[in-house]
């Protein structure tokens, strides 16, 4: 859904990217981005393994081998996380923003959800907040109404009229929800109670940050490491786990080409190509 949304904004190809990238550079908040000199050796190590997990997903040669796109999937959301996050914490060094000592997940999402919201245009700048209740949501970025994307049927096909971002709204508020169950479930244990009262789920989900695309990336990246891989088998057939290979893999770039104007930005087009010719 978010590459169809995306299509929708910006058009397809190289001329839907073009269009992509001077929308990014037209926000106030690119235009304010401060020069990084130099370049720090950590930015550069952090961009190198993102830049080259992403390589690696464009090098399986889902195409010429049967059934390797079926496997592939299975593979393919870990890889994908890790491409994210390793061009998102050079992103984030060359933004400025204060490095933990710890570069946890859930700090890394946290950090990742602030730059989408301050920086990228839509769809990326979507997030979530909210959840103490079902329809307790609140959508950033896009004008979304919770009852429109609660009311999503998700075992339905794909209703074109409805609209993409209404089902990124869905996945991102699902998201959401499970990381909810986790603080809730955390809170319960603590008070040594079967059940929270709404004023203290309010202040649970008030401690987790906005929900992004990054924290969808994250969930899938757990089910295939630890939950559920089973899931990412039920492709059908070949073709349409090529389909659905292409598509992660597309929407994973396009994430990386967004963090990657902004590191420009940071850095200098020099620098930058001296930091891609690396690869």
Known sequence: MMVESFKGYYGVGEKGITVFK????????????????????????AYSRGKLTLNALSDLPIDTNDGLALTGNLWLPVQAY?????????????????????????????????????????PFCLTCEGGSGLRDY????????????????????????AGPEKYIGKSLSTTRTEFLK?????????????????????????????????????????????????????????????????SFKHLTELLVIGLEELLEKAIGQQEMQTLQARI
Request: overall charge positive; proline content about 5%; hydrophobic content about 35%.
């Open 82 to 122: 890790y491409a994210i996050n390793g061009v998102g914490w050079a992103t984030m060094i060359a933004l400025g923003m204060s490095m933990p000592v710890r570069k946890t997940h859930g700090i890394f999402r946290k950090f990742f959800s602030q730059v989408m919201s301050a920086y990228m245009p839509e």
């Open 22 to 45: 001077c929308r990014v550079k037209e926000s106030t908040n690119y235009q304010q981005i401060r020069f990084l000199a130099p370049m720090p050796v950590e930015l550069v190590n």
């Open 138 to 161: 609140i959508f950033k970025g896009i004008d979304l109404n919770i009852d429109v994307v609660t009311d999503l049927k998700p075992f339905r096909p794909f209703e074109e009229a």
């Open 182 to 246: 986790e603080r809730f479930a955390d809170q319960r244990f603590k008070m040594n109670q079967g059940k929270l009262q709404k004023d203290i789920k309010i202040r649970c989900c008030e401690k987790e940050h906005n929900t992004s695309i990054c924290d969808l990336f994250y969930k899938l990246r757990k089910r295939s490491n630890y939950e559920n891989p089973d899931m990412y088998l039920y492709a059908g057939d070949n073709e349409l786990a090529i389909e659905r290979y292409r």
